[in-house]
């Protein structure tokens, strides 16, 4: 059996997806600042790749996940690039790469901090919520967007979020779509903790350093133990969301929903 000298081994990102190693902190940030770090395909397999890489490898200590510019992610691009993308991917395609990045925080037995400084929306917010310790500033705020343009929630968010909240407010979450602010998300227990924008980096930075200083095994153990009674019903849902996604990314409703947050415009929902 070849035994890999994890010491070796190196992390590479994409342009959109900036990942570095330090002092045991493994950072990934999502960089498409100019649409509030909408995801992509890529950005998405990049998170997996680099978590399955992680997992096994005893330098990472604590794993980062922060957006770059004034939000965390607005989810999925729905930009007229970002659907030209989607149709050479496939749409399901798509989909699997985004649950699979929130498997692969689920899964990783470092924990993962989010560090979340402004919008974090749609399948961003699956990402979010995922981490183990998710840090907000008082700018941040929380929002399922999708039923705006006609879609579902997807990347596990239906289990995330009724995990964190439960059933009513997840419900008020997902059909509404109302912003949720930072403040409110905190009375929820839907984030850890709530600092003014300026001292969020100082603070995440103080939670990163006391995990790095703690028992690795039994922080590991602990997460997954956590994970298992909570998140019991985190494939289900991965499952029915791919379902009903599936016939959602093809409908009327979906197309017009896209068009009209892109002309900035009330949609005229037809399906039925």
């Not at 999502?30 to 490898?57: C, G, K, Y």
């Not at 903790?193 to 006391?210: F, G």
């Not at 599936?246 to 409703?253: P, Q």
Request: glycine share 8%.
């Amino acid at each position: 059996m070849t035994t890999v000298d994890s010491s070796a081994q190196t992390y590479s990102g994409i342009d959109d997806l900036l990942v570095d190693l330090a002092d045991g902190v493994l950072s990934l940030t999502m960089n498409r600042p100019d649409s509030l770090n909408s995801l992509t395909a890529a950005m998405f397999r990049t998170i997996t790749s680099t978590l399955e890489q992680a997992a096994t490898d005893p330098r990472v200590k604590v794993v980062r996940l922060g957006g770059a510019g004034r939000g965390f992610s607005s989810g999925a691009g729905i930009s007229d690039e970002d659907q030209a993308q989607k149709s050479v991917d496939g749409p399901e395609s798509v989909l699997n790469a985004a649950n699979d990045a929130v498997r692969s925080i689920v899964d990783l037995p470092q924990p993962v901090v989010a560090v979340v400084q402004g919008p974090c929306a749609g399948v961003g917010a699956s990402l979010a919520l995922a981490s183990d310790v998710v840090m907000a500033s008082e700018k941040a705020f929380f929002m399922l967007a999708f039923t705006k343009i006609g879609l579902m929630p997807d990347g596990g968010a239906s289990a995330l979020i009724a995990a964190a909240v439960g059933r009513i407010r997840a419900m008020r979450m997902a059909l509404m779509g109302e912003r949720i602010s930072a403040g409110d998300a905190f009375d929820w227990g839907l984030v850890t903790a709530v600092h003014p924008a300026e001292e969020l980096d100082a603070e995440a930075d103080k939670v990163i350093s006391a995990l790095m200083d703690g028992p690795a095994v039994s922080l590991r153990k602990t997460k997954h133990a956590i994970n298992a009674a909570t998140l019991t019903e985190l494939e289900p849902a991965i499952a029915r969301e791919t379902e009903g996604q599936m016939v959602l990314l093809v409908s009327h409703d979906f197309r017009e929903g896209a068009r009209a947050f892109q002309e900035r415009r009330k949609p005229n929902f037809t399906d039925s």
